[in-house]
């Protein structure tokens, strides 16, 4: 019997909305609670490769500077793509995407052998035993039945392999990838290339931070992932995941409102997702449990909040709105789902693409790796996670909305708990949208 990933019945979720009906009228004061409505089933597949976040397609300059950074997003919501200058207004080099491995032309004895690998490595690690014989059981029929058979190339074979494992299994995260340059079985992390590229890429992108603060004084923050800070990190790409965090956070800090953009992040590091918590709430705050499989038994990591290392807060209090969309994937997901449950954040946007499930990569073969779950999340306080069926937003309206509506809201709530002079400029600010 699988275990239970359905523990909550419901959901708070509201209607697609444009914004106007959260318009305050001069003196009034309204609740930004909506209705509930059904979630709309089904969401695609992430838009990255969430475990190689070194290789982020989206990222390839730094991030703009100043209030240009919400023209920017507004201008790509409107399908536009303005120029993005650097820190010091001149364009980063662009962080080109690595050529496309080449194919590889691959026997039945190949085949057998990746399979095999798979099914070794299911049975020993994947988080759920129970789901991990399932899915074996139903890649073996499909391997006796001659599905495969026909599958000569290594990428076809790969992807199919992946799209019948995530079917059987009922998990987002699981993968099987074919690797061009992956000829050593036993090589682990990343090469120096590859770190290179990395250093590059976080370089080039802030580490997938950016901030400004818009009118009204109402913070900005994108995030379009999470790099590693986890113990074991390279010294060197985590040190550069904090600067980035700790300077972006000091722009917005004395803020009264803040808005976090959340629709392009595709995961990460869940102890960077902790380092981002711990300058939006209260030390001691525990936000996450991760079950993690360690051969027959069970561990489980608790993720509590601590005073921020660079001593930069946001604050627990001030109103935070997060911005979400189908792309909005695992560790961005986990983000978004320890602040609403925490009631410390309203959601805007999209349901999200439901992947709570962490894991590890594992060598099959030469030139084959998957990434198998080793682990799953259990919020303290629903008990549950968001797997399958991603976070439900609080205001549902199309992702390419969201800012907007979300902006208005902030506004909202702004001149809800202000007066005389304040008020009005807050006023005139929604009046302007």
């Given at each position: 019997?699988?275990?239970?990933?359905?523990?909550?019945?419901?959901?708070?979720?509201?209607?697609?909305?444009?914004?106007?009906?959260?318009?305050?009228?001069?003196?009034?004061?309204?609740?930004?609670?909506?209705?509930?409505?059904?979630?709309?089933?089904?969401?695609?597949?992430?838009?990255?490769?969430?475990?190689?976040?070194?290789?982020?397609?989206?990222?390839?300059?730094?991030?703009?500077?100043?209030?240009?950074?919400?023209?920017?997003?507004?201008?790509?919501?409107?399908?536009?793509?303005?120029?993005?200058?650097?820190?010091?207004?001149?364009?980063?080099?662009?962080?080109?995407?690595?050529?496309?491995?080449?194919?590889?032309?691959?026997?039945?004895?190949?085949?057998?052998?990746?399979?095999?690998?798979?099914?070794?490595?299911?049975?020993?690690?994947?988080?759920f035993p129970e789901r991990a014989d399932e899915a074996i059981n139903a890649i073996r029929k499909l391997e006796s039945s001659g599905s495969y058979d026909r599958l000569t190339g290594a990428k076809d074979f790969s992807k199919q392999l992946s799209g019948d494992l995530q079917l059987a299994a009922d998990d987002k995260h699981l993968q099987v990838r074919y690797r061009e340059k992956l000829d050593d079985p036993n090589k682990r992390g990343p090469s120096p290339e590859d770190l290179a590229a990395r250093i590059k890429l976080q370089d080039c992108s802030n580490s997938g931070f950016h901030a400004t603060v818009l009118p009204g004084n109402i913070g900005y923050l994108k995030i379009d992932g999470?790099?590693?800070?986890?113990?074991?990190?390279?010294?060197?790409?985590?040190?550069?995941?904090?600067?980035?965090?700790?300077?972006?956070?000091?722009?917005?800090?004395?803020?009264?409102?803040?808005?976090?953009?959340?629709?392009?992040?595709?995961?990460?590091?869940?102890?960077?997702?902790?380092?981002?918590?711990?300058?939006?709430?209260?030390?001691?705050?525990?936000?996450?449990?991760?079950?993690?499989?360690?051969?027959?038994?069970?561990?489980?990591?608790?993720?509590?909040?601590?005073?921020?290392?660079?001593?930069?807060?946001?604050?627990?209090?001030?109103?935070?709105?997060?911005?979400?969309?189908?792309?909005?994937?695992?560790?961005?997901?986990?983000?978004?789902?320890?602040?609403?449950?925490?009631?410390?954040?309203?959601?805007?946007?999209?349901?999200?693409?439901?992947?709570?499930?962490?894991?590890?990569?594992?060598?099959?073969?030469?030139?084959?790796?998957?990434?198998?779950?080793?682990?799953?999340?259990?919020?303290?306080?629903?008990?549950?996670?968001?797997?399958?069926?991603?976070?439900?937003?609080?205001?549902?309206?199309?992702?390419?909305?969201?800012?907007?509506?979300?902006?208005?809201?902030?506004?909202?709530?702004?001149?809800?708990?202000?007066?005389?002079?304040?008020?009005?400029?807050?006023?005139?600010?929604?009046?302007?949208?």
């Open positions: 019997m699988r275990p239970e990933r359905d523990v909550e019945k419901s959901f708070a979720t509201a209607p697609q909305d444009d914004g106007a009906n959260l318009l305050p009228k001069p003196g009034e004061k309204t609740s930004l609670l909506l209705p509930n409505s059904p979630a709309k089933p089904g969401a695609p597949e992430p838009f990255f490769d969430t475990h190689l976040l070194y290789q982020h397609p989206k990222t390839t300059s730094r991030p703009e500077v100043g209030a240009s950074t919400v023209a920017a997003q507004e201008a790509r919501d409107a399908k536009k793509t303005p120029d993005e200058p650097g820190k010091d207004g001149a364009a980063c080099e662009p962080v080109s995407k690595p050529p496309p491995d080449k194919d590889m032309t691959i026997d039945g004895a190949t085949r057998r052998k990746v399979i095999d690998s798979l099914a070794k490595d299911l049975k020993e690690h994947y988080i999470f790099f590693d800070t986890k113990p074991g990190s390279d010294p060197k790409t985590a040190a550069m995941v904090k600067e980035a965090i700790a300077k972006e956070f000091a722009k917005v800090a004395n803020t009264d409102a803040l808005l976090i953009d959340n629709r392009e992040n595709g995961g990460g590091d869940p102890h960077t997702v902790l380092q981002t918590l711990n300058h939006i709430l209260k030390p001691g705050t525990t936000v996450n449990t991760i079950q993690w499989r360690e051969g027959s038994e069970r561990r489980v990591e608790e993720f509590k909040t601590s005073n921020p290392e660079d001593g930069i807060s946001f604050g627990s209090d001030k109103p935070i709105y997060v911005l979400t969309s189908q792309k909005t994937f695992s560790g961005g997901e986990e983000f978004s789902y320890d602040l609403q449950k925490l009631g410390r954040a309203k959601i805007v946007g999209e349901h999200t693409g439901g992947g709570a499930n962490p894991g590890d990569g594992f060598t099959l073969q030469p030139h084959f790796d998957a990434f198998i779950p080793t682990g799953t999340s259990i919020n303290p306080y629903s008990h549950s996670n968001w797997e399958r069926k991603g976070v439900q937003p609080d205001v549902r309206v199309p992702s390419s909305r969201a800012l907007d509506v979300a902006r208005r809201m902030a506004l909202h709530d702004l001149i809800n708990h202000s007066t005389g002079t304040k008020r009005q400029e807050f006023l005139q600010l929604l009046n302007e949208r």
